[in-house]
T-cell receptor
């Protein structure tokens, strides 16, 4: 059974810092990995999707990397801003034809102004 | 394109009552998903439709839960004889797969909060 772990569970940083969020998964047979952002009481917003054949994806100040063989992904946020404060979730889709995503519990980020 | 729409956004019900949630996916998205999320946890998969066919169901989807997508557009999730453990946010998501492409990004709605008292 796939398990996804996100470390740290919570993180508080001053504005302007670069930071890294970690995601690990136990079964490397994945089709893709997706990073989401969730604001309190809201739905999820997709940030980046990395196919299993890719090593990284970039969007603006965000960069996500994937090391499938070691079961790890990182989300790098450059020059953090208070508006980045949210919970960040990673999710993996299995390489079995099934569509169900397995999510981690998220990292709750607070960027202090 | 108005995004994934869910209704109602909040529902408080007494234990034992039935509740129904509706999801309107992004127009022309052929895949629709239901997830459940409790506080402090990531979403858990419940079920998935491609067009009107329900192709996957989680074991979390007990016989009190039923989901439909009758015409391949909107979907409903019904919970019968609600229990306090059903209290959660129910999230709907949709995606588009065209031709053979299946990299697809999944788009989530704002969720429907259920509180069973």
């Amino acid at each position: 059974k796939q398990e996804v772990t996100q470390i740290p569970a919570a993180l508080s940083v001053p504005e302007g810092e670069n930071l890294v969020l970690n995601c690990s998964f136990t079964d490397s047979a994945i089709y893709n990995l997706q990073w989401f952002r969730q604001d309190p009481g809201k739905g999820l917003t997709s940030l980046l999707l990395i196919q299993s054949s890719q090593r990284e994806q970039t969007s603006g100040r965000l960069n996500a990397s994937l090391d499938k063989s070691s079961g790890r992904s990182t989300l790098y946020i450059a020059a953090s801003q208070p508006g980045d404060s949210a919970t960040y979730l990673c999710a993996v889709r299995p390489d079995t034809g099934r569509r169900a995503l397995t999510f981690g519990s998220g990292t709750r980020l607070q960027v202090q102004p | 394109d108005t995004g994934v729409s869910q209704d109602p956004r909040h529902k408080i019900t007494k234990r034992g009552q039935n509740v129904t949630f509706r999801c309107d996916p992004i127009s022309e998205h052929n895949r629709l998903y239901w997830y459940r999320q409790t506080l402090g946890q990531g979403p858990e998969f419940l079920t998935y439709f491609q067009n009107e066919a329900q192709l996957e169901k989680s074991r979390l989807l007990s016989d009190r839960f039923s989901a439909e997508r009758p015409k391949g557009s909107f979907s409903t999730l019904e919970i019968q004889r609600t229990e306090q453990g059903d209290s959660a946010m129910y999230l709907c998501a949709s995606s588009l797969v065209a031709g053979g492409a299946s990299g697809n990004t999944i788009y989530f709605g704002e969720g429907s909060w259920l509180t069973v008292v």
